[in-house]
DNA sequence: GTCTATACGAGGATAGAC
DNA sequence: GTCTATCCTCGTATAGAC
């Protein structure tokens, strides 16, 4: 009998399964990707998929939430009323954010937005980069000025989408044009 | 005996099909579309939509072929070199086909980018894009001047989302705005 | 934790009547 | 042009052995 906590069954198997999972989704699509391509990758059988999930939305759902508490985190930690300086490091954690979950994480939201939007996980995504917009914005901002900051915002995604997809340029490169971009975009074409 | 051209069995069901498929695959995605919704909701069953189409994936070029047509000859179009009134030109131009074709084809291509991507037609609207992209840059340009370029061309496309999914202002006004917003990215945040 | 076997439905696609 | 009927494949999900 063991009293360590650890149980000798255990295994990665079910962080395994979301990280290929990931890569399928983002590549294939959710629906187009069949959970025998994900047991197959991972090298058990179906089945054995349905020991760590109880259906297939639980997994893009267990992808979704580590992404989502980033969101959050960077909601929580942003300083209000906003600053030029927390404005530009708000921005920074954003993009930092991006680079660590990587093209895939935005090809899968992309891709999957009807099918994520469904799911309880879709509309606190939804709801967390409304706050995040919220924070970027000007003390009562309009639909027009948060349009600046979603454009912003998508600035990152649409370099490193271009980097990889279109084949035009390389990664860190874009990355690093797509922030003064991304800061200009915010602040309405104006020097600071 | 008919001579005037006119089949009396000619029907307007594939134009229709098309339109149908068009708000399915947006709305719900290639994938988790299928031939039975489409022909449901068009009235008729699912081995008739067969006689209009060999395949599904038909039915997604049938779609986007238009669309094509109409990017392309935005770039025919165009004067070369680029003159500023030129580029505000084919800006405008893109920004009435966006407008043209409307939120669910940009919904289709966003969400069913490996799909198409797949597709012979696929290739021909990325390359499409291309010459559009190249057209509106500077004669020489690198990639992250080309990058400016396509985040503008984005703004229209975020402007149209962002007014009907993230109920965020209205279509019209979000759209004035995007063109102003494009023309700043596209000019570096340097006034004319 | 993982397996084999299987239930059950839905998918795309075809054949042939009308 | 459209139908009914059917084929075959693949999907998600479960039962029960090891």
């Given at each position: 009998?063991?009293?360590?906590?650890?149980d000798s069954r255990r295994t990665?198997?079910?962080?395994?399964?979301?990280?290929?999972?990931?890569?399928?989704?983002?590549?294939?699509?959710?629906?187009?990707?069949?959970?025998?391509?994900?047991?197959?990758?991972?090298?058990?059988?179906?089945?054995?998929?349905?020991?760590?999930?109880?259906?297939?939305?639980?997994?893009?759902?267990?992808?979704?939430?580590?992404?989502?508490?980033?969101?959050?985190?960077?909601?929580?930690?942003?300083?209000?009323?906003?600053?030029?300086?927390?404005?530009?490091?708000?921005?920074?954690?954003?993009?930092?954010?991006?680079?660590?979950?990587?093209?895939?994480?935005?090809?899968?939201?992309?891709?999957?937005?009807?099918?994520?939007?469904?799911?309880?996980?879709?509309?606190?995504?939804?709801?967390?980069?409304?706050?995040?917009?919220?924070?970027?914005?000007?003390?009562?901002?309009?639909?027009?000025?948060?349009?600046?900051?979603?454009?912003?915002?998508?600035?990152?995604?649409?370099?490193?989408?271009?980097?990889?997809?279109?084949?035009?340029?390389?990664?860190?490169?874009?990355?690093?044009?797509?922030?003064?971009?991304?800061?200009?975009?915010?602040?309405?074409?104006?020097?600071?």
């Amino acid at each position: 009998m063991r009293s360590d906590g650890v149980d000798s069954r255990r295994t990665d198997t079910r962080e395994r399964a979301v990280g290929v999972a990931l890569s399928l989704f983002a590549q294939r699509g959710y629906t187009a990707t069949s959970l025998r391509e994900i047991a197959e990758q991972l090298g058990i059988t179906k089945a054995a998929l349905y020991f760590h999930f109880r259906t297939k939305e639980e997994i893009l759902t267990a992808i979704l939430r580590g992404y989502l508490d980033g969101i959050n985190a960077l909601v929580v930690d942003a300083a209000r009323p906003l600053t030029a300086d927390g404005q530009e490091a708000l921005l920074r954690g954003f993009a930092a954010h991006q680079e660590r979950w990587g093209l895939d994480l935005v090809m899968l939201v992309r891709q999957n937005y009807t099918e994520i939007h469904g799911l309880p996980i879709g509309a606190e995504i939804k709801s967390a980069m409304r706050s995040l917009i919220e924070a970027l914005s000007p003390e009562g901002a309009g639909p027009e000025q948060r349009l600046r900051v979603r454009l912003a915002l998508s600035a990152f995604q649409i370099a490193a989408v271009t980097a990889s997809i279109e084949d035009d340029g390389d990664e860190a490169t874009l990355r690093a044009s797509a922030y003064p971009i991304a800061l200009e975009i915010l602040r309405g074409g104006k020097p600071a």
